[in-house]
């Protein structure tokens, strides 16, 4: 497994390339890879996106310290 830091690194994006490709800001990109929890929406985004620029699918499962923000219940 690893982190999306690591994954993203791998693809050769930037935070904002990563970004646009999955639809949200790269701020979004930032702080997910940093561990703090993003929209399950935005994470699911993120994943796909990455998946698609290195070739393989991805589910948010496979993506080592990913944090989904669960909202209040």
């Not at 929890?37 to 994943?47: D, F, L, M, S």
């Not at 796909?48 to 310290?65: C, H, M, P, W």
């Amino acid at each position: 497994m690893a982190t999306l830091k690591q994954l993203r690194l791998r693809a050769r994006l930037s935070y904002e390339a990563l970004g646009r490709l999955a639809k949200v800001t790269g701020k979004t990109v930032k702080r997910a890879e940093q561990g703090l929890p993003v929209q399950e929406v935005k994470a699911v985004a993120i994943v796909e996106a990455l998946g698609e620029a290195l070739g393989q699918k991805l589910t948010v499962e496979d993506v080592e310290n990913l944090h989904i923000y669960q909202g209040p219940r």
